[in-house]
């Protein structure tokens, strides 16, 4: 009898740690209801957020359901058992819209262990041009806490913010995190997968800087935004601020700075250390006002060993990549430990008319194994490493690939001064190519003539599942079978 009692006790312990789970229904619930089935379901956001939920609770709402509101929720979970928010049933996700009346669609302050997930999330004011609240999709806040833990956000879809775009202002965020004190807060292991962002001005997701000034330096750790997919974003992209290790691989993102007229690049760290961008695809980042910035990447401000590596970029039209340093002061180290290596560039820059564009003094960049491809119909100049506002050290360009076979031109027009610092080793130019005579520092085969025989060598590094067919001439190795099956299973 002792026994069967300790195991009837074990038991309710172990479906007490699996938690409840909770239904939300906006038609058919009633927040009298207990919420404990879906027949029983509750009805509204303010039930939710009423109540203190416990670890390994679920708590699910109506796929084909929307609320106007508001989404706070209170209690954490544990590692083994985090609090989950999801859906239930079929149909299109379960909406919350808050349309300018919160300024965040959902706010996960102070709360661990949490996921977030198959949820759309909209905040749109359709009565005002843009909302001056700084207006959010998601907002992770850690607030005087310390360290928060385990915020993973998974398959969301998050559209239609109308923030400000002006840099500064009352930006607004798809998903956005912010760490405030007075006593430093941050947060570990935040992971974001899976969603899709479109029509959010200003940023699409990104974080703040609070203690991302050296002299407090606190910054956030763990982050990993892999497989989603940003459209059509009126500023930034994703901007990886504030943390140490971060990890942004296989996203998509079309259409960045498509409203904004200030600076804003697709992708990029600032005051972060340990980033690594890795497979991600970016085209059609916008700069019609010939403004600065409109790249597909930029290693920023206050960052050290950043690595950009086995990306497809295409058609962006401020050019592929910038490398800068913010005023080096107590708060700011110098960006230094730059690697941008095995990456493909085609017909970046055709507006602005730059590629590269290292700005202030930064120290170690490596360029290598990359190609550089522009078919531009326009007879005018891309200039390749475009140098202002100081001289970088420490950069080096080793064993990329040149080839400008259009009428656009790749130029070199800058003073040997400027290129003091700079070292081409072992590149191939071809076709369209002038100013090379301003280079001090070449190193090996640097230039081949249009009919040269030289072909870029293959190798296991670089992301061939995203060379286009017409680029396969320069590999006549690489096999057609499998160039058919990148193409099949959507790697192209």
């Known amino acids: 009898m002792k026994k069967l009692l300790m195991l009837l006790l074990c038991c309710s312990a172990v479906l007490k740690a699996l938690g409840n789970t909770y239904y939300i229904d906006d038609k058919k619930g009633d927040d009298m209801f207990d919420g404990r089935s879906a027949g029983k379901a509750w009805r509204s956001l303010n039930r939710v957020n009423k109540q203190v939920f416990e670890a390994g609770d679920s708590i699910l709402f109506k796929r084909g359901g929307v609320w106007d ?47 977030v997930e198959y949820l759309a999330l909209s905040n749109f004011d359709s009565t005002i041009p843009f909302q ?9 806040l850690a607030e005087d806490i310390g360290t928060l833990h385990n915020i993973r956000l998974a398959n969301l879809y998050i559209h239609d913010i109308n923030g400000d775009n002006k840099k500064g202002s009352a930006e607004g965020y798809g998903i956005f995190w912010d760490c405030q004190g007075p006593k430093p807060s941050n947060i570990e ?28 330096w606190f910054p956030n750790k763990y982050l990993v935004i892999r497989n989603c997919l940003l459209d059509d974003i009126g500023g930034d992209g994703i901007v990886v601020k504030a943390f ?47 403004a600065n910035d409109g790249q597909s990447f930029d290693i920023d401000g206050n960052s050290r060993n950043t690595i950009i590596q086995y990306n497809y970029s295409h058609d962006n039209e401020g050019g592929f990549m910038l490398v800068i340093s ?40 490596v360029v290598k194994g990359n190609i550089f491809y522009n078919e531009g119909s326009k007879s005018y100049t891309t200039e390749v490493a475009d140098i202002e506002y100081g001289i970088p050290d420490h950069v080096s360009f080793d064993d990329n690939y040149f080839l400008f076979a259009g009428k656009n031109a790749a130029v070199f027009s800058k003073s040997p001064k400027q290129y003091s610092k ?4 072992n590149n191939v130019f071809k076709g369209n190519i002038i100013g090379m ?19 870029l060598h293959k190798s ?22 499998l160039y058919q099956s990148y193409i099949s299973n959507g790697l192209r």
């Open 460 to 481: 296991k590094f670089f992301p061939w599942m995203y060379l286009p067919a017409k680029l396969r001439v320069l590999v006549p190795d690489f096999p057609e079978s």
């Open 189 to 216: 292991h935040l992971v974001i997968e899976n969603c899709k962002v479109e029509r959010v001005d200003r940023n699409g997701i990104r974080g703040n800087g609070t203690f991302s000034f050296r002299t407090k």
């Open 326 to 365: 913010d005023l080096i002061n107590k708060d700011n180290v110098m960006t230094t430990g730059n690697i941008i290596r095995y990456n493909l560039s085609v017909n970046d820059g055709l507006n602005r008319k730059r590629l590269f564009n290292f700005a202030g003094v930064t120290d170690s960049t």
């Open 244 to 290: 140490d290790t971060a990890m942004v691989e296989h996203n998509k993102l079309f259409h960045i700075r498509t409203r904004a007229k200030d600076n804003a690049v697709a992708i990029w760290p600032h005051s972060s250390d340990n980033t690594v961008i890795q497979y991600n695809e970016v085209a059609y980042t916008q700069n019609d006002n010939w």
């Open 422 to 425: 700079v070292v081409f080793s």
């Open 437 to 455: 005579d301003n280079l001090v520092n070449v190193k090996g085969l640097s230039k081949v003539k249009s009919n040269g025989s030289k072909v």
């Open 69 to 115: 509101g508001q989404l706070v929720p209170m209690g954490s979970g544990t590692v083994k058992a985090p609090i989950v928010f999801g859906a239930f049933g079929s149909g299109a996700l379960p909406e919350i819209k808050a349309s300018g009346h919160f300024k965040d669609a959902v706010l996960l302050k102070n709360l661990q262990n949490i996921v």
């Open 132 to 140: 001056k609240t700084g207006p959010t999709g998601v907002r992770v």
